[in-house]
């Protein structure tokens, strides 16, 4: 199975910061990422398909970039509705398998 | 509008078996592969598996840690999901999600309790 480690797991940050996730893959997954967004209670939220394509409706200050092994979620600029949990997924082969998550707090 | 509502968790025994159900609405059904994604209490998302669509014979993939115990099936005469879960251990609580992956859409998720 493809494992994804996420980085970091957890991180502080103050409204208007620019904030960086990132995955890797354990091998070469091509562009088959997605990013989703999980708040306490909700069911996961997806923000990025296809390592950079923003998702209907998920605001601009959302990006994605990266292919092959690493990955990038980047927020431009954090909004005090952007603090959650973020996972990403890889859907290159099976058994599909999510990074361990970050969450992301109010400093 | 696309809606997923997931039905059928509860408390059960270790050993016991449990089926979730996933009404699907808002897309056509038959045309979609379907996944079920769990999350254990406090921790973070793990795919269970999923159905490819009727073009694709109603295949299934499984993750290793439910394969031979999980069985996903659906019916797109009732637009429903399935996940037959039998042999179930205490490893197995968590809140069970359906998703669709080509709509992007995900249920609320129904919670199930495997306990003594």
């Known amino acids: 199975a493809i494992q994804m480690t996420q980085s970091p797991s957890s991180l502080s940050a103050s409204v208007g910061d620019r904030v960086t996730i990132t995955c890797r893959a354990s091998q070469g997954i091509r562009n088959d990422l997605g990013w989703y967004q999980q708040k306490p209670g909700k069911a996961p939220k997806l923000l990025i398909y296809?390592?950079?394509s923003l998702q209907n409706g998920v605001p601009s200050r959302f990006s994605g970039s990266g292919s092959g092994t690493d990955f990038t979620l980047t927020i431009s600029s954090l909004q005090p509705e952007d603090f959650a949990t973020y996972f990403c997924l890889q859907g290159n082969s099976y058994p599909l398998t999510f990074g361990q998550g970050t969450k992301v707090e109010i400093k | 509008e696309v809606q997923l509502v997931e039905s059928g968790g509860g408390l059960v025994q270790p050993g016991g078996s449990l089926r979730l159900s996933c009404a699907a609405s808002g897309f056509i059904f038959s045309d979609h592969y379907m996944d079920w994604v769990r999350q254990a209490p406090g921790e973070g998302l793990e795919w269970v598996g999923r159905i490819r669509n009727k073009a694709h014979s109603y295949t299934t993939e499984y993750a290793a840690s439910v394969k031979g115990r999980f069985t996903i099936s659906g019916d797109d005469s009732k637009n429903l999901l399935y996940l037959q879960m039998n042999n179930l251990k205490t490893e197995d609580t968590a809140l069970y999600y359906c998703?669709?992956?080509?709509?992007?859409?995900w249920g609320q998720g129904t919670l199930v309790t495997v306990s003594s």
């Open positions: 296809a390592a950079s």
């Open positions: 998703a669709s992956p080509e709509t992007h859409h």
